[in-house]
């Protein structure tokens, strides 16, 4: 990049003209060739000297009384180092998820450690199970989340009414167009393809301990562990997705950081996938009814929600009312709805999915009660701009302008059917204080190190190419070092907040490190600091630049290494973003069978560090909102409590027979000179926008996820 600021200035991103590392369809990821050839090193990889093999034994139901726990026949097993209960006779277990670990095993294989599981005789009395929406519901139903101050009467909490509910009722009822609806949204798992766990390796000689972890909160982990065996060195060079599942130590890490102590030995405990299915957090279910009116213009006037949130013994998530949209009058009454499963934790735009396909829903009904155009319709009812473009872009890419189908659906007659729907998103990515060492060495090796994870977004990769694209160096001159408590702190990964935090921090470090080398300059080329243009791997005074030095002689001039910390600069962010998508589906409405054909997302961010990057994500968005829309749901055993989807044969996500054409527009209409997270938002309204192609395909209103054709057959044959 060509820096020419005169005297010591402020760091601003510069013209995006001007950039030859950022803003490119060709930066790579740099850790991309140890992730294909096997290289990176994950948790669930790590292998220590004299390290064992651990694994929790859960009862596979949802509640009981514990009678017995029996390990001794585990113990006396070839191979197994450690067999102990963790719940006593007399206790409850509350729920099915981290609540139902009975027992704690351990082997110097991993097989050794399976068999020791197998061998624990665990006696439970079963209690009637409350794992469904219904079964908490159910008059007289037994209360599933207790507290000791003021003991809950049922499994509703958290009432949140907002509004005037008559006056907003009356109001839909006397609008020109009515619309009440209905939607039901199932639990949905991150399927993180590493699972919850660490490797515990216990301090030595006054060392502190060292955990291997699968984190998004790398330097503030080890605030989480106990203080009785010192805080724990956390390190996470690479980790295999979390998408808002893993900001806890969990219990899998008490007990394995407890058992390495007790050993003296490096543990390795990781998540089955059944474990992780059971208790390693969901992005809550969902019951709606919205009840939403409008003019004969299309205005929309008035807007009553109801809503419960699905969250297990969490609380669940629900984005509130109305979603985007502009709505006069609006009343709502949102509450949680406790069962005996694992807790919601956060996921991609917590509550945000949930209440997109609510409102999506209403507003697409409303459109074709009035005739109208749906896209039309939402322009009308957005306020933002950018929305506005949004939308005809998408609309455009997706073919609607040519579409038969744009103010009446399609009719379920038998036959094969294509459908077009839209859907808008929105996200406000925060940036907190995070801090960026960058380190100049008189042999010319660049280091940019920051204690941030990489959750597979490309953090470690910008961390290199803000510092490359300020030094006019190529990234491959610039050495990132992340994932270490050790290193200057960083930020949790949630919410988007990363690039909001680190970026800024990164890009300050290496503002300072470029001054404190024109300072070096300054006697040698006669140019003062904020007059000099870096490119090419050379740095020249702007005005003259034949008086001009290669980067290894600048760095020549350092007596000694040169090491600046950055901080997170407010100027260098902005907090708003939006998006747009539009998909066309093909719906036989014989057989009930959905198939995506074409998904188009456009995003706005602000400065796009990594455009290659940047696409994945919006990409990553369209599939995992896809997979929401066709397949996930979790499933219960309502007589017994077990849970029948823990395993990925049971538990169904979209692979390449269901991936559709994928267009991911970034839009480069927004020219702030600031970046943002942006992650977020482009899984907001994918599986929206599908239930509403299904019916502009065919008229067949698709209220309830997944869905699957028993689920279409029903909603063309008016049964739900």
């Known amino acids: 990049m060509a820096n020419s600021n005169n005297g010591a200035a402020d760091p601003t991103w510069g013209p995006r003209k001007d950039l030859d590392v950022l803003n490119r369809d060709d930066l ?31 009862y596979p139901r949802a509640r009981g009384t514990v009678k017995n726990v029996d390990v001794e026949a585990a113990r006396g097993l070839p191979g197994v180092v450690h067999a102990a209960a963790v719940r006593e006779a007399g206790e409850t277990i509350a729920f099915s998820g981290s609540d139902s670990v009975v027992a704690l095993v351990a082997g110097e294989t991993p097989e050794a450690a399976e068999d020791a599981a197998r061998a624990v005789v665990v006696e439970v009395e079963a209690l009637a ?32 009414e907002n509004g005037e509910p008559d006056e907003v009722l009356e109001a839909v009822a006397g609008a020109a167009a009515q619309v009440d609806v209905t939607v039901e949204i199932p639990t949905q798992h991150h399927v993180c393809l590493e699972t919850h766990g660490h490797v515990v390796q216990p301090g030595e000689d006054g060392e502190p301990p060292v955990l291997y972890a699968s984190t998004q909160l790398v330097s503030v982990l080890g605030q989480q562990v106990d203080d009785a065996h010192g805080k724990p060195r956390v390190l996470t060079p690479h980790m295999g997705g979390g ?18 102590h007790e050993l003296g030995r490096p543990v390795h405990l990781m998540l089955s996938r059944s474990d ?17 009116g409008a ?24 984005a ?20 005996a499963t694992d807790a919601n934790r956060a996921m991609r735009a917590p509550g945000h999915p949930q209440a997109s396909f609510g409102m999506e829903t209403a507003v697409d009904g409303i459109a074709y009660q009035l005739g109208m155009d749906p896209l039309e319709l939402r322009k009308k009812n957005l306020t933002s701009p950018t929305h506005h473009r949004q939308l005809d872009r998408v609309a455009q890419e997706i073919g609607w302008n040519d579409h038969p189908n744009r103010v009446a659906p399609g009719k379920a007659d038998g036959g094969v059917h294509v459908g077009i729907g839209f859907g808008v998103a929105g996200w406000g990515p925060g940036s907190r204080k995070c ?47 992340i994932g270490d408590n050790e290193l200057p702190p960083s930020v949790p ?5 990363t690039t909001g935090s680190s970026a800024p921090a990164v890009k300050h470090a290496a503002h300072l490190a470029r001054e404190a080398l024109e300072a070096k300059l300054e006697p040698v080329l006669e140019a003062p600091v904020g007059s000099y243009t870096w490119k090419g791997g050379r740095v020249s005074v702007t005005s003259d630049p034949e008086r001009s030095l290669a980067w290894r002689e600048v760095c020549a001039l350092l007596a000694s290494p040169l090491r600046v910390t950055g901080e997170t600069q407010k100027s260098l962010y902005h907090g708003r973003i939006h998006g747009a998508q539009a998909a066309k589906v093909e719906v036989d409405t014989l057989t009930g069978r959905v198939r995506v054909l074409k998904m188009v997302a456009m995003q706005d961010q602000g400065l796009p560090l990594n455009r290659m990057a940047l696409r994945s994500q919006i990409n990553g968005g369209m599939i995992q909102a896809l997979s929401y829309a066709l397949l996930e749901q979790r499933v219960f055993d309502a007589q017994d409590g077990y849970l029948l989807s823990d395993s990925l044969d049971t538990y169904r996500i979209a692979g390449s027979r269901e991936m559709p054409e994928l267009v991911a527009i970034i839009d480069d209409d927004d020219e702030r000179d600031a970046v943002s997270g942006m992650a977020e938002a482009p899984i907001i309204p994918g599986q929206s926008a599908i239930a509403n192609a299904i019916y502009n395909a065919c008229g067949a209103r698709l209220t309830r996820m997944p869905f699957t054709p028993d689920n279409v057959l029903e909603a063309i044959h008016g049964k739900v």
């Open 28 to 58: 790579r990821r740099i850790d991309g060739p140890d992730k294909t050839t096997g290289r990176a090193v994950y948790t669930h990889d790590v292998r220590l000297p004299g390290m064992v093999w651990a694994k929790l034994v859960r």
């Open 129 to 160: 199970p409350v794992v469904t929406a219904d079964q908490a519901r159910a008059d007289g139903a037994p209360v599933v989340r207790q507290r000791r101050r003021r003991p809950p009467k049922d499994n509703f909490s958290g009432l949140r």
């Open 320 to 339: 509130g009312a109305p979603y985007h949209y502009e709505v006069e009058n609006v009343a709502s009454s949102i509450q949680s709805l406790h069962t």
């Open 276 to 292: 992780e299915f059971t208790m390693g957090g969901n992005r809550s279910g969902s019951w709606q009814r919205l009840r939403l």
């Open 435 to 481: 801090q960026v060492d960058v380190t100049v060495e008189p042999d010319g090796g660049v280091v940019s190190a920051t204690a941030t994870q990489d959750l597979g977004t490309g953090a470690r990769t910008y961390v290199a190419a803000i510092v490359a694209e300020e030094l006019g160096l190529g990234i491959d001159q610039v050495t990132a070092r």
């Open 295 to 318: 003019d004969a213009e299309g205005t929309l006037t008035a807007l009553h929600l109801e809503a419960e949130k699905h969250g297990g013994m969490g609380g669940g998530a629900h």
């Open 243 to 260: 998408f808002g599942s893993k900001f806890s130590f969990g219990l899998e890490g008490k007990l394995a950081y407890e058992l390495a």
């Open 493 to 497: 990964s949630g919410g988007s907040v």
